[in-house]
């Protein structure tokens, strides 16, 4: 997911003032309240949960054939894949930041997008969704071909002519859903790129808005921006969209709540597998990029 | 002597559903398409759908490696009695969590994709999740059961995140500041 879509100053001011304000609450556990966000023993559920769980005689004799297969490799498997965050300095912001986003999350982002979703039929939030992503083609094209992976750029270049044209301004997706044979997307961000050299993630970073992020998908958001053109840069305003911040950040707002309205629902689902909510969208957001990585 | 009959005939139901490697394949994607007609059936309430589904997946879901894979080191500090209380605990979690998303379920369509032989007791399955404007990437991982040569899911990869995994770095997180029965209560 490319994420380069709002100004740079923007992200540098909010980060600089953020750490600033809450450097003292590092070692403080903030808001205790995210902590434990149980769910509720749901009626619904709980009864084809039980039931498929009965009291099985075998119960005893597979403890005994757990141990075995413990040592059939999986813990070297799961240990070998863990996702290195030994290093956190900024868990204390970190974990504010976190639930800043949840609650705004829940209690903004996701009413607006409600409320969005009722005025606007399905077909054009696609429609708008598709019109975005065809615009940031020169980050999908540029970063695959800093990996060396030309068909992916040659397919990526296809598929901007074809959605551009037949597919009007890129608002239908006609080389994925209308040609005999599809021409995939290959997302892929200059965060990725720097990862596929070599270049280690740094600490955990939780940016405001955008959600989880580390030092190096933060350099590769900066070099996307200069890229993507819906971001304004000043000195480049004959390719970008926007001529200052505000219509970035409108932009991106647009973006965001088009994206979530087609998404309903699914963040509160999400949330509600975690035991911490800090670390677990800390793991999965480095798990994720990790993979996005090796591809 | 009737439970015994009972326990016969379970088992036997069990074994006869139970993987082999070379219909891996085909049952996934038998109980992919079971799954999914449940889901689009109008006349179940959503009790009836969970109660389904959850059938579906129990046989080739083996939530009790899944539990001690997910606890890691600290799996073999526990009691017998706190081990089997963690597991139940975690298959429940597991389960539920795994009907919510269901739920979320607004007609994608499901492709099978490659089967991938990792090593001799392990298998991928990976699969593609067709949404609206998305195509995920849904890997199952396979393990082989020593006891009894047959296939079982151990992880599920849903866009490259392992969902052990994932609870596993929670777990070990939690565990560092809190007791296996806190543990257990929260989940």
Not at chain 1, 10 to 18: A, E, K, N, Q, R
Not at chain 1, 100 to 110: H, M, P, S, V
Not at chain 2, 132 to 138: G, I, Q, R
Request: one cysteine or more; hydrophobic letters at 35%; aromatic letters at 10%.
């Amino acid at each position: 997911m490319s994420k380069g879509d709002l100004s740079m100053k923007f992200v540098y001011i909010f980060l600089i003032i953020t750490l600033f304000t809450f450097q003292g609450c590092t070692t403080k556990e903030a808001n205790p309240k995210v902590n434990h966000p149980q769910n509720k023993p749901d009626s619904m559920t709980s009864d084809p949960l039980s039931m498929s769980t009965p009291d099985d005689p075998e119960k005893e004799n597979q403890t005994e054939g757990f141990e075995e297969e413990f040592n059939e490799g999986f813990e070297e498997e799961f240990s070998a894949q863990e996702t290195n965050t030994t290093s956190d300095p900024l868990s204390g912001y970190n974990r504010w930041m976190t639930s800043f986003n949840d609650t705004f999350i829940l209690y903004a982002l996701n009413p607006i997008s409600e409320g969005y979703a009722t005025i606007l039929p399905q077909p054009l939030r696609l429609g708008v969704s598709n019109a975005i992503d065809n615009l940031q083609f020169p980050i999908r094209f540029a970063n695959n071909l800093l990996q060396g992976k030309f068909q992916n750029s040659a397919d990526e270049l296809g598929r901007f002519i074809i959605n551009s044209t037949v597919g009007l301004a890129g608002l239908i997706d006609v080389a994925t859903n209308h040609m005999t044979t599809p021409i995939p997307a290959h997302d892929e961000d200059f965060g990725q790129t720097l990862g596929y050299y070599g270049v280690g993630s740094g600490f955990h970073v939780v940016l405001p808005f955008l959600g989880p992020s580390n030092i190096r998908d933060i350099a590769g958001i900066t070099a996307d921006a200069y890229l993507s053109p819906l971001v304004n840069v000043r000195g480049l305003e004959n390719y970008k969209i926007p001529k200052n911040l505000g219509q970035s950040i409108g932009i991106y707002a647009i973006h965001t709540i088009n994206k979530t309205s087609l998404h309903l629902g699914e963040y509160e689902n999400l949330r509600e597998d975690a035991v911490d909510l800090y670390p677990f969208f800390r793991d999965t957001y480095e798990q994720k990029r990790n993979s996005e990585i090796a591809e | 002597m009737l439970q015994k009959v009972i326990i016969v005939l379970f088992l036997s139901i069990v074994s006869l559903d139970a993987l082999e490697e070379q219909n891996i394949q085909k049952v996934t994607d038998i109980k992919v398409r079971q799954v999914l007609n449940i889901l689009k059936d109008k006349t179940l309430s959503q009790k009836q759908k969970d109660a389904k589904n959850v059938r579906i997946i129990d046989d080739i879901f083996d939530f009790d490696i899944m539990s001690q894979i997910s606890l890691g080191k600290q799996w073999k500090t526990l009691t017998k009695n706190e081990k089997t209380r963690f597991s139940k605990a975690f298959e429940k979690k597991i389960k539920h969590s795994y009907l919510d998303k269901l739920r979320l379920y607004n007609n994608e369509k499901v492709i099978i994709k490659d089967l991938k032989k990792i090593k001799s007791n392990r298998i991928t399955l990976e699969t593609q999740v067709i949404g609206l404007d998305d195509t995920y990437k849904v890997i199952y991982l396979f393990y082989k059961k020593k006891q009894t040569n047959q296939w079982y899911i151990y992880d599920v990869e849903l866009v490259g995140v392992s969902i052990i995994q994932t609870y596993r770095k929670q777990f070990s997180e939690f565990l560092r500041t809190k007791t296996i029965k806190q543990l257990i209560e929260s989940l």
